[in-house]
């Protein structure tokens, strides 16, 4: 009867072996599935013996080159407006901010006796020029000699160019718009008086704005004047215009090149002083466009794609990347149809043979992955 307790605890021992092996035999198929349903499928061998890649076919196609630069928006005009006579203000025909056209008095100075200096000066050259008419005629008949008829000759010319000063001082009473634009500041009220040189007031045309940046030396080669420009706003807004001027000489300290473009600005958009971006077309090229991720480097850090050439061997091309995003990479430097490889190329050697399968998408729609 003793016997009993030890065959009961030998029968436990065996369940629970038995059970042991069951949960572990259960664990080892579910991790050995999981492994099956996570991970990659690996670059499996042909019937040929060789590694099993695939690849697709990329056709060069025209890719417009854009140079983006960090652009000043100013003004396409802005001036300054000075006093160019000493005078109190009587009066503003114009109000800050409105819009006005070439030759607009823009404000009124008191001409004080500039009128009748205008008159008396305009009364001595008529004077002065009958004189010398007369001394004409006289000095024909010998009634008056060659010295006196130059004499008066000078005294004419110089009362002729007192008119002339005096019909610009009354003019400079009334300032006048310069050219078509907006009155964006006016300082002075009337009864400030001002100063020769004085400035009072800044007109600004923004129908047109200039943007400038500057462009790195090694890219300054691709530049032309004419060429297309989109300025991009802050706010995402787009103009529309052309590069009106590239620099000759770089800048001492930056080795740039300065860079300067007309847009057109025709709901007057309050722009000017602020920052935008410079899209510049410089031309089109051939180009390839494929998934980022079939970009890699090579042992010297160079960028390039992995291809298969006419024997099937796998190649590193190196690449120049013209234009990235997290779905496309266009790429310059490629044959005009190459053959990519978008899987297995991790598995291979440069120089292996190999056996390629379609991968069943075209790269030039970017959708290739690794």
Do not use: C
Request: proline residues 4%.
């Amino acid at each position: 009867m003793a016997s009993s307790p030890r065959i009961g605890s030998i029968v436990r021992t065996v369940v629970y072996l038995a059970l042991l092996v069951a949960v572990l035999f259960w664990l080892l198929q579910f991790e050995v599935k999981s492994a099956q349903v996570d991970s990659p499928a690996p670059a499996e061998a042909a019937e040929s013996g060789l590694l099993s890649v695939e690849a697709t076919s990329s056709e060069a196609q025209s890719f417009e080159r854009t140079l983006i630069l960090q652009g000043q928006v100013t003004p396409n005009a802005q001036v300054d407006l000075r006093a160019e006579i000493a005078a109190a203000v009587l009066g503003k025909p114009v109000s800050q901010g409105s819009s006005v056209e070439a030759g607009t008095v823009l404000l009124k100075l008191d001409p004080e006796s500039r009128q009748a200096q205008l008159d008396q000066a305009e009364a001595d050259l008529a004077y002065k020029e009958r004189d010398l008419a007369v001394n004409r005629r006289l000095n024909a008949t010998g009634g008056s000699t060659e010295n006196e008829v130059m004499r008066l000759t000078s005294e004419v010319a110089n009362a002729r160019l007192a008119v002339e000063n005096a019909r610009l001082a009354l003019k400079r009473t009334r300032p006048t718009a310069p050219f078509a634009g907006i009155i964006d500041q006016i300082s002075v009220d009337p009864g400030d008086y001002l100063a020769v040189g004085e400035i009072w007031g800044r007109l600004v045309a923004i129908d047109k704005l200039k943007v400038t940046a500057q462009a790195p030396q090694q890219e300054v080669g691709r530049l032309e004047v004419g060429q297309a420009v989109v300025v991009r706003l802050l706010d995402g807004q787009t103009l529309s215009g052309h590069v009106s001027y590239v620099a000759y000489l770089a800048d001492e300290a930056t080795r740039s090149y300065q860079v300067e473009a007309l847009v057109d600005n025709p709901d007057l958009l309050r722009i000017a002083g602020g920052s935008a971006s410079m899209e510049i077309t410089t031309g089109a090229e051939p180009a390839h466009a494929f998934s980022p991720a079939l970009l890699t480097l090579d042992d010297d850090g160079e960028v390039g794609v992995r291809v298969l050439d006419e024997q099937d061997r796998v190649r590193f091309a190196p690449v120049t990347i013209l234009s990235l995003d997290k779905s496309r990479a266009w790429v310059s430097g490629l044959p005009s149809q190459v053959r990519l490889i978008t899987v297995g190329a991790g598995f291979a050697e440069l120089g292996q043979k190999v056996e390629p399968v379609s991968a069943g998408t075209d790269s030039r729609d970017g959708s290739g992955v690794q």
